[in-house]
């Protein structure tokens, strides 16, 4: 399923703020967010058995998140949804990132998906199983798990909104303060809701906490090897940070050569 919440555009310092944990099958292994190798940079996890990754960001300050979106039936898809959420990642920005999306839908079968994407400029919710949908993120708060963006009527997704607006959000550093309790709430009974899963075979297997910033240097990236109720959040920041600089550097190249 996976829960993905996006704070968009409400913190000047800060446009992108996410949080967002990971299930999956416990026996399916994956890497730790790395720095890819190609261009644009991309720092993402690696799921091992088909090679994609369900969140990462780019050089360029592009965020791509990526939740399995529940479907009355199986869609026999092609490819896998990690492989295309990677492939949105070496987009430029989240307008090309779209326009990427768009035409892979219309070529390439998918099991259904929902996607976000979002850079400084644009944000954007694609809710994919039998058709495609495109909503654009509202300032503030996005949450988005298994259903529409924002349901009603995803428990999950509304104790996940009740949970991050009982303060003001107004700073990065409350943001994910908040987050990181907010997503390391653990489950308290069956049939309820948690935003941890844990069950025999299947739940929470990571989460993820990043700010995005106006200045590489502010950018934020904390990763949960685990349910974060029962493991720690680690510093990426420095590798997301690095991609961030080498991203300014050049764009401001290029930008010279242009004038010149």
Partial sequence: MCLLAVQYRLVPESPILVAANREEYFDRSSLTPSIQSGKPRVLCGVDQKAGGTWLGVNQNGLFVGLCNRATSMPLFGQRSRGLLAMDLLR?????????????????????????????????????????????????????????????????????????????????????????????????????????????????????????????????????SNGAPDQAKYEDCSPMLRDILSRGLRESRTKAKVQTA
Wanted: aromatic share 6%; net charge neutral; hydrophobic share 40%.
């Fill in 91 to 223: 987009c430029g920005s989240a307008a090309k990132a779209l326009e990427k999306a768009q035409t892979e839908f219309a070529n390439v079968r998918y099991e259904g998906c929902n996607i976000i994407i979002a850079d400084a400029a644009n944000g954007y919710a694609i809710h994919a199983d039998e058709r495609q949908d495109v909503v654009e993120l509202k300032e503030g708060l996005n949450i988005i798990g298994a259903r529409n963006l924002n349901d009603p009527e995803d428990q999950r997704v509304q104790m996940a909104r009740r949970l991050l607006t009982l303060q003001t959000l107004d700073s990065p550093v409350k943001f994910l303060a908040v987050a990181s309790r907010v997503f390391a709430r653990a489950p308290v009974g069956e049939g309820r809701p948690s935003m941890v899963i844990r069950n025999k075979e299947y739940g929470t297997v990571s989460s993820s906490l990043i700010a995005l910033g106006v200045k590489p240097r502010d950018a934020i990236y904390q990763f």
